[in-house]
T-cell receptor, first 108, second 114 residues
């Protein structure tokens, strides 16, 4: 079992839909990252969370430390949101532990 | 400071040639990481530095790979005698050593070995 599990692996939705991507982890962490990667592109850090909720534009990230679960939400999705979204956790060492990513396609 | 910079963005090289990539981290970040990402896969850890000290190397980093961070600022990753299997995106990231490890990633260097 991977230490960081994401679901779904693939998600296709229509423009305007509310999107939720989930991340569960099995290790103790000091922070959780949500990252975005467009096809052929580099990785962009969206959020770093250690508790509660953060919002940036149409993106919202929440984390429940007790349940070891985080969600990334996209409101009013747009085709430019199409990308791979990656959950990665920082356990206090030097490495991020990566989820497998969720490939999101938003159709116009 | 415009974030983590990587150079070049793209590199095409013939098999057997040597290549060198550069990463300029955020100036106040004392940790620097190199990752490799092949198509359709998540990033794989290669190595990391705290200041100028290389503290960990993945077993993925064969003898053909060497990384340096001579003054604790920019870092170079060299691949000698490139092989087609080295074709990948090479990502650099930096962070502060203290705290919860807020990483900033560079845009990556895409290497194609032909």
């Amino acid at each position: 079992k991977n230490e960081v599990e994401q679901s779904p692996q693939n998600l296709t939705a229509q423009e305007g839909e509310f999107i939720t991507i989930n991340c569960s982890y099995s290790v103790g962490i000091s922070a959780l990252h949500w990252l975005q990667q467009h096809p052929g592109g580099g990785i962009v850090s969206l959020f770093m969370l250690s508790s509660g909720k953060k919002k940036h534009g149409r993106l919202i990230a929440t984390i429940n430390i007790q349940e070891k679960h985080s969600s990334l939400h996209i409101t009013a999705s747009h085709p430019r949101d199409s990308a791979v979204y990656i959950c990665a956790v920082f356990g206090g060492g030097y490495q991020l532990i990566w989820g497998a990513g969720t490939k999101l396609i938003i159709k116009p | 400071d415009t974030g983590v910079s990587q150079d070049p963005r793209h590199k095409i090289t013939k098999r057997g040639q040597n290549v060198t990539f550069r990463c300029d981290p955020i100036s106040e970040h004392n940790r620097l990481y190199w990752y490799r990402q092949t198509l359709g896969q998540g990033p794989e850890f290669l190595t990391y530095f705290q200041n100028e000290a290389q503290l960990e190397k993945s077993r993925l980093l064969s003898d053909r790979f060497s990384a340096e961070r001579p003054k604790g600022s920019f870092s170079t990753l060299e691949i000698q005698r490139t092989e087609q299997g080295d074709s990948a995106m090479y990502l650099c990231a930096s962070s502060l050593a203290q705290g919860a490890g807020g990483y900033t990633f560079g845009s990556g260097t895409r290497l194609t070995v032909v």
